[in-house]
T-cell receptor, first 115, second 109 residues
């Protein structure tokens, strides 16, 4: 079974530029998550989708971050405009359901550097 | 809000047993999960405790005590490949995870 796919793997941009990340979850997984992981810290949940609906986006900085999952499969996360503090690894994860004990499968992440 | 605390770093020798502790503060949660992450890699699921007590999966065991707001991950027969970061995480409604800061485990020969 193919894992969670993410692209690009690396991205370097200047502050105030925009950037987009793409994620394709494991086939059949209804729940998709985006996390931000700053170097040396644990992942921080940004947004959770169940199919194509948002379950929780309380930690998403909505003035600059947006995410969508239009057809309930793949998803994009956008930052516009980027700030220096957005430098991090952006991880996408999926699970078969939103049940409390469902294992989350993580993709390899996109490492973003904002200069 | 929720918060979790873990030691930042632990060192052990190959073949030994190591315990990584996790204390948390929360008004409610469903369970405690553990994830492993190698440098530059993706987090991978290790275990989940929904109830108090010990869960065993091969060389790894995890424990939860809700009354003590405490859990731990026990790794036995350490191997060099176990050198990685280990994260405890609180499972909330909808399977939303709140992660701790992680413990970097270094296994020495």
């Amino acid at each position: 079974e193919a894992g969670v796919a993410q692209s690009p793997r690396y991205k370097i941009i200047e502050k105030r530029q925009s950037v987009a990340f793409w994620c394709n979850p494991i086939s059949g997984h209804a729940t998709l998550y985006w996390y931000q992981q700053i170097l040396g810290q644990g992942p921080k949940l940004l947004i959770q989708f169940q199919n194509n609906g948002v379950v929780d986006d309380s930690q998403l900085p909505k003035d600059r971050f947006s995410a969508e999952r239009l057809k309930g499969v793949d998803s994009t996360l956008k930052i516009q405009p980027a700030k220096l503090e957005d430098s991090a690894v952006y991880l996408c994860a999926s699970s078969s359901s939103g049940g409390a004990s469902s294992e989350q499968y993580f993709g390899p992440g996109t490492r973003l550097t904002v200069t | 809000g929720q918060s979790l605390e873990q030691p930042s770093e632990v060192t052990a020798v190959e073949g030994a047993i190591v315990q990584i502790n996790c204390t948390y503060q929360t008004s409610g949660f469903y369970g405690l999960s553990w994830y492993q992450q190698h440098d530059g890699g993706a987090p991978t699921f290790l275990s989940y405790n929904g109830l108090d007590g010990l869960e065993e999966t091969g060389r790894f065991s995890s424990f939860l005590s809700r009354s003590d707001s405490y859990g731990y991950l026990l790794l036995q027969e350490l191997q060099m490949k176990d050198s990685a970061s280990y994260f405890c995480a609180l499972n909330n409604a909808g399977n939303m995870l709140t992660f701790g800061g992680g413990t970097r485990l270094m296994v020495k020969p």
